[in-house]
């Protein structure tokens, strides 16, 4: 079992940054990839960034050069770095650990607003 506690959404205007954080424990030696998704009302949870046990990362073209997803391994923690904030940015984000055969546990998720 992995937990993952998300924490640094909030309210922040146009253009603004905001940095999220997710802490994972339990069996985090498990873990081959984490990654951010996020999700609107009415709408799909979509692909924000993931980045792998050995540090590759992949984006979605929408946040391509606005956000930056990193990992701090000693404290088993992954961040998510987001610039130049838009409206349509507004969503729950979501942390997602990624184990083997196919499992993924998700996180509580956390709230980020973005005004016009």
């Known amino acids: 079992q992995v937990q993952l506690v998300e924490s640094g959404g909030g309210l922040v205007e146009t253009g603004g940054s905001l940095r999220l954080s997710c802490a994972a424990s339990?069996?985090?030696?498990?873990?081959?990839?984490m990654g951010w998704y996020r999700q609107t009302p009415g709408k799909q949870r979509e692909l924000v960034a993931t980045i792998t046990i050995g540090g590759s990362t992949n984006y979605a073209d929408s946040v391509k050069g606005r956000f930056t997803i990193s990992r701090d391994n000693a404290k088993s923690t992954v961040y998510l770095l987001l610039n130049s904030l838009k409206p349509e940015d507004t969503a729950v984000y979501y942390c997602?650990?990624?184990?083997?055969?196919?499992?993924?546990?998700w996180g509580q998720g956390t709230q980020v607003t973005v005004s016009s």
């Open positions: 997602t650990a990624a184990v083997p055969f196919g499992k993924s546990y």
């Open positions: 339990g069996s985090i030696f498990s873990i081959n990839a």
